[in-house]
Each structure stands twice: as structure tokens, then as C-alpha cells.
């Protein structure tokens, strides 16, 4: 698959790998919102997914009617409790009877706590994290930033299992060998700064083959990580420096502040998924468009076509 340069692309290729290798199958916590189901509904006319959903029988067959879809389309698990919607969803994943676990509108720690369960939930030993993917326009490729939602100040060892994360759903997206730019506010190391000694154990670690099928550099300043001249003026060279892929960011505060400028201050498309997991993972806001959840649910079928 060659590499997939815009968001359209993306949706575009997860229909030809649908078509080829099939449907898969989304199973949904607390699918009681009709915008959520439209979104849902729009996947599977595309043929990327069919669709199990949980929740209170009564209101998610109204969302159904409300969305213009047909009950028939779907299969609803009522389970009236939010505590336990999590539950019953993922466990739905972890039993292989569905692919993707998706959040609906049960509260945030819920679904986590349903992703985290021991018994039923998808942890797959390593650190499990957030990427936001951005289409911005100016830039040929999409660009992938870990972890600006999840993690919140992770150690060496944490920010090695995000990146190769990262890079595992970089090429899910067609990006063969992603350029990975370990961010921090400068560009040389300095141990005043404990983020450049993280970036420099990073390099290390990927030229020693703990870090896979992607190339690593740092530390960079944002500039000289995308910017080509920004990197010529400095005098960097590396095959990252003015072409990264991928933005690790050395904490959850730059991570959330990088991907909201993005968000308002340029022109963009962007969606975010949880990696590392057993099965890819949707946490969508309620507040997202139904396009942000297209995207989103794109991007979860890309990932378990990858996988399997």
C-alpha cells in the first residue's frame, strides 16, 4: 500500500481493504446518540464496518430511528447501566466477537476502566497510548503526535512503548519507515533539559533495534522537525530533521497545547485513536463531528486490517 497522504485517502484505502479482506466489526459503549450512530451508520454504507451496540434497548433502537438507519442493520445489547456498558462492550472485542471498541456516551473513565479490566478488557502488556493525526494544509503527508491525551508525563521507558506504537499505526497509514522527531524546546542535549537525554536515549534505542521499522532523531525544536529550511539554517542534518512524520512530544502539556494550535490555528482535518492496546481503540469527544468519527473509525478498521 502506498502511503496515504490525506484523510480522504485514508477513508478511500479502508474501503479497498474492506472490499478485499472484509468488513470489521465495531462494538460500541453506550450507543445512545444519534450523531454517534449517523457517523456509525455512514461507515457501514461504506462498507468499512457493521456495528454492535450497547446500551439502554429503548433509547439506542430511538438513536437508530433518529440517525435514518434500520434496526435490522445492527445488533443491540441492552445493558442499562453505564458503569457496565464498558464492560459488555469490550468484552465483546476481547471474546473476538467484534474488532474495535468505540465509546459512545458513557463517561470517559468507564470506558477506560472497561479497556483496563482484567478479565475482559484489551491490555496487551505495554504502555497503551493516544495519537491525534493531523491533515494540515501545506504539508504533503500526515502528521502523527504522541502522546497528547493519555500519558501524561511518561519516563524513558513509557515514551519508548508510544513511539513504537505510534509507529506501528504510522504503518497501518501506508508510512513504511516513519521519521519520528523526539520533541523538546531545543535542538541540542542538555541535562538541565531531561527531555533532550530522553530524546538522545530514544536515537540510541532505535539504532539498537528496540525501537522498530522507523527512524528516530532528536532532540528537535518543532521548526527544524518540519520545516526543511528551519533545519538548514541550523545546520541540522538527518534524514528526520524538516520531514518528521512523527511529533513526540515530551509530555501531556505540549502534546495538548501542539495538537489544539493545530486544531485552531491552521487548516486542518484532524482525528485521534488509542494505540497499543489489544484492538484498536476509539475515544471520541461527544462533542466531535460526525466527521471527526468517520475518520476516527477509518483509521481503527486501517489499524485492525494491519494487525490481522
Do not use: W
Amino acid at each position: 500500500m502506498e502511503q496515504i497522504r490525506s484523510l480522504s485517502q485514508m477513508i478511500e484505502e479502508a474501503k479497498k481493504l474492506c472490499a478485499s479482506k472484509g468488513r470489521k466489526r465495531i462494538s460500541v459503549a453506550m450507543a445512545e446518540d444519534a450523531g454517534l450512530i449517523s457517523a456509525i451508520e455512514e461507515a457501514r454504507k461504506a462498507g468499512l464496518v457493521d456495528a454492535t451496540l450497547v446500551g439502554n434497548v429503548d433509547k439506542v433502537k430511538a438513536c437508530i430511528a433518529q440517525a435514518g438507519a434500520s434496526e435490522k442493520d445492527y445488533t443491540v445489547i441492552d445493558e442499562r447501566s453505564e458503569a457496565k456498558c464498558g464492560l459488555v462492550a469490550v468484552a465483546e472485542v476481547s471474546s473476538k466477537r467484534a474488532d474495535i471498541y468505540m465509546k459512545g456516551q458513557l463517561h470517559t473513565d468507564h470506558f477506560l476502566r472497561g479497556m483496563l479490566n482484567k478479565e475482559v478488557g484489551l491490555r496487551s502488556g505495554k504502555v497503551i497510548s493516544h495519537c491525534y493525526f493531523h491533515q494540515i494544509e501545506g504539508y504533503d503527508r500526515i502528521l502523527f503526535i504522541a502522546d497528547a491525551a493519555f500519558n501524561t508525563y511518561p519516563d524513558l521507558k513509557q515514551k519508548a512503548d508510544i513511539l513504537q506504537n505510534t509507529v506501528n499505526f504510522a504503518r497501518a497509514l501506508g508510512v513504511e519507515c516513519p521519521k519520528v522527531a523526539c520533541l523538546a524546546a531545543v535542538e541540542m542535549v542538555n541535562p538541565d533539559m531531561p527531555c533532550t537525554l530522553d530524546a538522545c536515549a530514544l536515537v540510541q534505542m532505535n539504532q539498537r533495534g528496540q525501537i522498530r521499522n522507523c527512524v528516530v532523531d532528536g532532540p528537535l525544536a518543532l521548526d527544524n522537525a518540519i520545516n526543511e529550511e528551519a533545519a538548514k539554517i541550523k545546520k541540522i542534518s538527518s534524514p528526520v530533521a524538516g520531514h518528521a512524520d512523527v511529533l513526540l512530544v515530551p509530555h501531556i502539556d505540549a502534546g495538548n497545547m501542539l495538537a489544539k494550535a493545530i486544531v485552531y490555528f491552521s487548516k486542518n482535518e484532524t482525528a485521534g485513536i488509542i494505540v497499543g492496546a489489544a484492538a484498536p481503540v476509539i475515544l471520541t469527544s461527544r462533542a466531535d463531528s460526525p466527521r471527526a468519527k468517520m475518520l476516527s473509525i477509518a483509521a481503527a478498521v486501517m489499524m485492525a486490517h494491519h494487525a490481522g
